[in-house]
């Protein structure tokens, strides 16, 4: 045992001449000599080895028992630590002993506001930045130019004027016009045939296309009929092969003879109004006749003689005129949606800062008739709910049932609201601007001599001027009457048919035309008081077509 003991102490005074040598040597790595020199594994059969731990904690007592080691003072940590977030760092002075010295400028007084500001003494800051802006207006200007200044430096304006740029010749319009017009185009097709289809297997015989042998009357016919079935297959029908492109962009008798039909063309559009607010037709004796002897008859009676619209340079073509001229739609829905926002309330049970702001969306919707009536609504349903009841047959079964129908009541089925809201209507379209002829019939010689002849007026030599005539009114505008809340009233439309995008430039182009009616005004008559009132039209919009499949031809 004694000699574990003086193994021990020697090991100590070791230990200890290696320490006090490493101190007294400086510029020597003595923490990772000491940790190199634990690392390594001792000798066999020393005393490391077998009491290792316990001759480290006598070592580990000796070196912090050192009274060379410094002390440390921590009472101005608090200090320091603020005079470094203040941008004081390595001043051993506390900022409160910098403010002795009061702000004279402008400049001083913004820089001690934003001193005390970091400090979050806002009164003493706000008082500051008062004093600052008396001073100087531009204080914050002139602090922000000291502390950030700008990253790199404005480039410096000279005096010198650029070089004139070169002038460049205005493009004619031969340079635009460089590829071929719809018209050339369409002219190319006119040697066309129909190419029939290539065989499935290669090298198989080609199958019979027995259209292609067909001559151009035959074909013309077969356009006939699908053009006065749904004339909005004539687009798809010409993309089948340049042949049927060019017989229907040249097909003149096709497009003359939708013009003057009553199904698509102008001879269906009425110029005044055919029907009674109640769908009754309109007479010239109709104040003659009874209620009951006005339901046995038909529209038939009031349809106008048939027309011959005669080409113009505004139209010189059919083609031209069937698609710009101004016409009803009768196969879709003209729906305006409008939006308007009003203030709200706030809710007495939630805690809000402002109050919130309703956004309102409510839908008009209009629907044409050949025969002169309509359909009108004013709803806030959306269309997908109001296509499927928006007919003719809702609202006779809504007249049955407030008449009590049983039956009709219960026929009626669909959404309550918008069966209720619907008002009948009628419309009629402005005249049409026609060319006048340029020489007028002379009276017959045997009609001229049986009138007298009135003596030549040899006094005066000033021509007498013709009477006033009313104002012509614009083609393309839209009247529409139709049933008011009550029996009181009737509501007076007047539209304005609009073409949109590059339709209304002309032929040539590719827009659909006639599917936008603009408001010109909206009235209320009174039928007791025979007063009018204007409605605002600040938050409507202009109605746009909308096509309905599923009603067909309508």
Known sequence: MSEDNNDLEDFRKQWREEVLRKRATPGQQGSSELQASSSKNPPAGSVWSDRGFLALEPRLQVYDDDSSSKAYNFDDLEEREEARKLGTSGTDVHP????????????????????????????????????????DDCVDQAYKKKHFPP???????????????PTLAAPSSSQFASGPTLSDLVTSFANAQIV???????????????????????????????AFTDVAILPGLALVS?????????????????????????AGMHHSFAVTLDWFPVLLDESELLSSQLSSLTLSQTTPPPLFLPLSPTFPSYHSMFRLRPRIRFNGLYIATANYTRPGAASTNTITWS?????V???RYLRFYRDGTCISLLTTTEPADVVPFFSRETLERKDERERGDKAGALAASGNASVIRDMRKGRWKLSALDLPLPTSLPSPSPSASEDLPQAAPDTDTDTPVPPPPSEPIEPEGNLTLETEGPTKTYTHVLHLSLRSTGSASGGPGGGAAANTKLAWRSFWSHNRLTDDWAEFGLRNDRAYWWSRVRSWGDA
Do not use: M, Q
């Open 96 to 135: 409160e002993s910098r403010r002795s010295k009061e702000p004279v400028s402008a400049l001083e007084h913004y820089e001690e506001a934003v001193e005390r500001e970091r400090e979050g003494k806002l009164g003493e800051s706000l008082k500051f930045y008062r004093k600052a802006y008396r001073l």
């Open 151 to 165: 990253s790199f430096p404005k480039p410096k304006t000279t005096d010198a004027k650029p070089p004139p740029l």
């Open 196 to 226: 029939p289809n290539p065989p499935i297997i290669p090298g198989d015989t080609v199958p019979p296309c027995p259209i292609a042998s067909l001559p151009n009357e035959i074909l013309s016919e077969i356009i006939d009929c699908v």
């Open 242 to 266: 340049k042949r049927f492109a060019y017989l229907i962009a040249s097909y003149e008798g096709l497009w003359k003879r939708l013009v003057h039909g009553t199904k698509y063309g102008l």
């Open 355 to 359: 109050s919130p702001v309703h956004i």
């Open 361 to 363: 969306t409510y839908y």
